[in-house]
Every structure is written in C-alpha cells, then in structure tokens.
T-cell receptor
Framework: SQQGEEDPQALSIQEGENATMNCSYK?????LQWYRQNSGRGLVHLIL?????REKHSGRLRVTLDTSKKSSSLLITASRAADTASYFC????????????FGTGTQLKVEL | EAQVTQNPRYLITVTGKKLTVTCSQN?????MSWYRQDPGLGLRQIYYSMNVEVTDKGDVPEGYKVSRKEKRNFPLILESPSPNQTSLYFC??????????????FGSGTRLTVV
C-alpha cells in the first residue's frame, strides 16, 4: 500500500525560484524522510524529521511536519538546475520495524 | 567508501529461469530491504531483514525469496521469474530501525527485464 502521496506529481520552475512539494500519509509514524532520485539511479537520503519535530533545516532544504494533518512539505530554496530530480517522501510507521513506505514522488524540473 | 553494492546493474532473462540479484553493504548495518520501482507506483517494499536470519515480508513479496546468512549480504532470489517482475530493483540498508539515524543508504539499482 502507498503510505505517502506527493503533490504535485510534476513541478517545473526557473532557476533561483523556490520549489515546494507536499506529502500526505495515512497512519501514525515514527519519522518521515525525503529522498532524491536522479533519473533511474539510486535514491539519496536528504533529510529526516521525527514525529515530535515540526520543522527541520538542512542547507537549502526546509521540511515541515504536521502530524495532526498527517502531512509534510519539502521546500527547496533558490533552486538550481542540478536540483532537477524526482523527490520521494517515505514514512516509518510507529512500531513498524523495518518497514519504510514510499510515495509515488514529485518530478521536479529546474530550468535555466 | 560506505556503500550498498548491487549486482548486476542490468539483466535480461527468460521466463522461468531462476536468478539471484546480490546486495552487499559495508557499513555493518543491521537493517536491509529490497524494493521494486515501477512507473506510477513509486517504490514498494518486497522483503526486509532486521538481522542475520531474521526476514519478513513487505508489501509485494509474491514470487520472491530472500536470505540473510551474513550481516553484509541480502540476496534477492526469483525462483521462476515472470514478465510482471520486470522492474527496477533497489537494495537499501540502515543502521537502525526505520532509518531513524540518517535514513537508508540505497544501491544503484538493478534493471531486470523478463521476456
């Protein structure tokens, strides 16, 4: 089952603009993670936010988590062409052992 | 370099011919998983392992087997591959449950085509 659903499915912006992606999930979680995937390659972990955190920053990335709405957002500020990739949220459910459930992803294209 | 290594990167096989995709990690991680990625469906977990000799089914385990005889290796076995198993496969590992310390490290993927 797909725990996370990203929105939008695709996003096209100009270099220098900010990109915001949203993720909704269905069950109680321990943490929520965001990953980046360049075309057909392995996923790279970007940032993790725990269920008791509301906001987290890492470089140009800002993640928020609203457990009452079961949603998260990823903001990439001052985007670059190199940020062009697919972005996935993944949730680790409460008591879920090693289960990590991914959404279907947002395809981001940053144009020069 | 800390990494997850999958082999092969590309594989074309015929229906019914048993195959194994290998996965090895050099980070002494306890937790390992296999995922398949299909267009429009995202990544779906096939099997996962929480330690040597401890494995469990993910969301789409049918048609797959795994084993965890050593901590570093977690091979994915397709006993009788079928065309609906054509997909991009990823192995991933983590130090702790749910990737709670720094997430999961993914391999580069294995693109499998079953004809």
């Amino acid at each position: 089952s797909q725990q996370g659903e990203e929105d939008p499915q695709a996003l096209s912006i100009q270099e220098g603009e900010n990109a915001t992606m949203n993720c909704s999930y269905k069950t109680s979680i321990n943490n929520l993670q965001w990953y980046r995937q360049n075309s057909g390659r392995g996923l790279v972990h970007l940032i993790l936010i725990r269920s008791n955190e509301r906001e987290k920053h890492s470089g140009r990335l800002r993640v928020t988590l609203d457990t009452s709405k079961k949603s998260s957002s990823l903001l990439i500020t001052a985007s670059r062409a190199a940020d062009t990739a697919s972005y996935f949220c993944a949730t680790a459910p409460t008591g879920g052992g090693n289960k990590l459930t991914f959404g279907t992803g947002t395809q981001l294209k940053v144009e020069l | 370099e800390a990494q997850v290594t999958q082999n092969p990167r590309y594989l074309i096989t015929v229906t019914g011919k048993k195959l194994t995709v290998t996965c090895s990690q050099n980070m002494n991680h306890e937790y390992m998983s296999w995922y398949r990625q299909d267009p429009g469906l995202g990544l779906r977990q096939i099997y996962y392992s929480m330690n040597v000799e401890v494995t469990d089914k993910g969301d789409v385990p049918e048609g797959y087997k795994v084993s965890r005889k050593e901590k570093r290796n977690f091979p994915l076995i397709l006993e009788s591959p079928s065309p609906n198993q054509t997909s991009l496969y990823f192995c991933a590992s983590s130090l702790v449950s749910g990737g709670d310390l720094g997430g999961y490290t993914f391999g580069s993927g294995t693109r499998l085509t079953v004809v």
